[in-house]
């Protein structure tokens, strides 16, 4: 038969071959110049109609493929099919092995996003080429500019701002958006590090720190890997919609029902992952810890608690002073006696026994209840009580069912029954909270309740039990990348022998620090001194209009008894911020970098906290973007960024799926878009260029470090001439360091695409909060160097799970033990509340453009509202509505929908609206975030008490925005 020969049209009009045609289908939505996309259907010659299933399947490339974003865990792996230099199609790999044989295992791991990436890569949005803006910011002019000149332009202006205002003035936010590891780390963190701007702490910045975990256990970041689902017994879906935001991992949950479990969903609204328990608990928003407490309550008056872990791993055996509400001080009984060390009463013998530090072992059978007299070194007799007993006293006299009820709105029954669950399943209960908790105000509270009652349940240690946070950990080599002095192992070590010369000195100060304690405070020692990595609080109150949202009182807790500037004051007053001010505030921020974030669309009320004020202070802003988003179309310079099948690079690890995960270099990126590696070394050597040119390549940053841009571009490659070998050199280190396998390296990565971690070293804090063995055919169980044979303490101020803070804010606020607290009245008062989460169609705002997932939902911003509030407003399906409190208002169209909670007498109505929308597509670029004052919890300026003291990632500072305060009307 003759060879037929079809254009692009004719050959989409023949086609009916439904997954061919889905792939060709996104070829129709080619943006700009996506020239290999257009040679593939130009070239390729159709004989028959047969010959389009056959060649459906010919490739030229298969590669590994995984994307580079916070899908939390994520870390999926994928099979990247290419044609003719385009990426056609991705499929789930599936090659996760079994590991634990008595559970499911990971496969196949993916979502919707994931198999659409491909498609993404097309869109028309790319950003393919190095861009100068042209007129006012934000006014959409731009010109297409080479890279030197995008380089020499930003280079100049990093030199202006070093010399002018100091290296601090240079303001660098990473996000966890669209960069990847190596292509962050040896990329521009180590080219941050090299020329002394301030890092804006990454975990602040988008407010995924859970404050009362940390508060609770001195560290957050653990967890078990999510296999460890399958094997609670009692699974409390609290704070988090997996459903939407877990959807690779949420089959865990779903079958871990074939292994007895319960699964119960607590939310305010029928969320998506509510419809799916056996159980859904409603509770007002944020009424969470009243809930919590109330179990622990029946728990403790059922007797339904483990006596001998609450005596072993929590303070509550720990004694208080009746007097001061403060901790009975071994320095306040005995001669040279500690501060920092505590005491337990010894029922037996009727006297105090010290509570060790260096050991969770118990030296006596201490009491939980009593009160006891003691006599101080000054002669003077107070009493003291175990912690426990002041608990039980508290939870009787406010937190009975009834009373509860009364605070959280969940039925006294339904409390019960929750309890009575809870001893059915103890000690294997595992409360799967997200980062939704930390986004209220009284979020530490919320997740202090959830910690208590897996302490008095013993739920901590075991294979399916305990809590989550977030973990970005085990790849340890290419964190050594941002700071390390030199490629290789050697690098590696030069670095670790200055890192054990300050763990040895540690350690010959205080002998009792266990290794993650030397770990965090090694970390903390050389953030202060050295790094400039801060939390953002300070640029913020110092420098933009966040400062007029947070001094406004009557927008903070009710409880808060000073005004907020006293409380910054004293804050700094104390040194408790120390090194961590940056910019200082008499220093003007002048430059600011961006990189996989975007802040237009995820700072809390950026219109109006940032955009006006700091943002005009700043004369140069740039940013590493792959898309058009709205900071970008708000910044002065882009790069263009290779996309996650046009570069090398891993995921960034996780315990939650613990692999390292390989994405390759499928194809070209298009246009002249380069990695982000090889973007920071050229812009390493023009700011060295243009130092040189100026006369001036030392500079000495406030703390005394200097600051040499002499070979900076030398300094910056690490001796690498390419992505495969910085990837080759992060792996060696992490092999050494024992994360890794041996004989770990890029060929086996490339040949596997996943290999699991197997162990952990002290140089990374955030590695050893796992405090676990990696077992080979078990999932990953945190904390069991504290629960296990090892008795570890653990490293909170009392070196036990702390459930009783007795640092003087804590004593004044009244929140020394987990309370309830309502929400307060952010943005003014309004009876509504605004409420959010992530939503299922795109991951951040990545996939937010795609109009192939734009038609699977409504294709526009909406918000939830229940049809009773909607009604009473006048308000139907569709409308589109203004929402407004005292901060300002955005518009956007309504769903309505009994899912949301409806406004009952006091009880606000719930409205949500699941984020990441562009702010470009709501009316005015104003997005639902512009109603959002971004408040700070005043209390989260506390410090100076053992762990309540910042290092990377942890005891941040976060604006939070949930539970805003808003009415609707239509628009
Ligand atoms: Fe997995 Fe994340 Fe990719 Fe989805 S976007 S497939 S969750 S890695």
Known sequence: MESIKLDRRQFLRVSGASALMLSLHSLGFLGGRAYATEKVVREWDYSKWEDLHRREWTWDRVTWGTHLVDCYPGNCLWRVYTKDGVVFREEQAAKYPVVDPTGPDFNPRGCQKGAFYSHMMYNPDRLKYPMKRVGERGSGKWKRVSWDECLSGIASGILDAMEEQGPESFVFEMGPGNGGYINIFAASARLNHHVGGTALDLNSTIGDFNRGIYESVGKFMFMDSVDGWFFGKLLLIWHMNPVYTRIPSYHFIASSRYNGAEVVTIAPDF????????????????????????????????????????????????????????????????????????????????????????????????????TFAVTLLDGKQVEVRPSFAILKEQLNRDYTPEKAS???????????RLAEKCDRAKPHIQVLVGWNSPKYYHGDLIERAMCLLLALTGSYGKKGSGIRGWNESLFEGALFQTSKPSRGWIGATIRMARGKKLLNQLKAEDPTLTDEMLSVKLERLRNKKEYSHVPPAFLYYFHSGYKDAWDNKAWHCTTMKREFPEYMKEALD????????????????????????????????????????LW?????????????????????????????????????????????????KAVEPPGEAKNEWEICLDLAGKIEEEARRRGKTKFVNRKGKEIDLEDLREKQSLGCKNLDEIMEDALETSVSLGNLPRGTDLAKMRKEGIVRFVGLSIFDPITMH???????????????????SKKLPYPTYNRRLQFYIDHPWFLEAGEQMPVH?????????YPLTLTSGHQRWSVHSIWITDEQLLRTHQGRPFMFMNPEDAEKRGIQDGDLVKVYNDFDSFEIHVKVSPAARPGKGSSPGQVIVYHAWEPFMFKGWKSYDTAIPGMIKWLDLAGGYGHLDYYRWNWCIQPIDRAVAVEVKKA
């Open 770 to 788: 796992l405090s676990t063995d990696i077992k080979p055919d078990e999932p990953i169980v945190p904390l069991t160097w504290h629960t296990g």
């Open 406 to 416: 009364k605070q959280c709105a969940t039925h006294p029954d339904t409390i019960r």
């Open 616 to 664: 005009k202070k700043y004369k140069l802003i740039f940013g590493f973007e792959t898309r058009w988003s709205t900071t970008a179309l708000y910044s002065d310079y882009l790069l263009p960024c290779a996309g996650f099948y046009e570069k090398l690079d891993t995921r960034f690890p996780t315990p939650h799926v613990p692999w390292l995960t390989l994405t390759d």
């Open 271 to 370: 969320s998506p992952s509510a419809i799916h328990a056996d159980e859904w608990v409603p509770v007002e928003p944020g009424g969470d810890a009243a809930l919590g407490l109330a179990v622990c309550q029946v728990l403790i008056e059922k007797g339904w608690i483990e006596v001998p872990f609450i005596k072993e791993q929590t303070d509550l055996p720990m004694l208080v002073r009746m007097d001061t509400g403060r901790f009975l001080r071994v320095a306040e009984v005995e001669q040279g006696g500690r501060d920092d060390q505590f005491y337990f009463w010894d029922g037996e013998k009727g006297e105090l026994a010290k509570a060790p530090l260096d050991t969770l072992k118990l030296p006596v059978d201490p009491a939980l209840d009593g």
């Open 574 to 613: 104390q040194g408790w911020w120390e090194g961590l001010t940056l910019p200082y505030p008499d220093q003007e921020p002048r430059v600011y970098c961006y990189y996989a974030t975007s802040p237009a669309r995820k700072n809390r009320g950026w219109n109006k906290n940032i955009l006006p004020s």
């Open 821 to 829: 607290k309502p929400n307060p009245k952010m943005g003014g008062d």
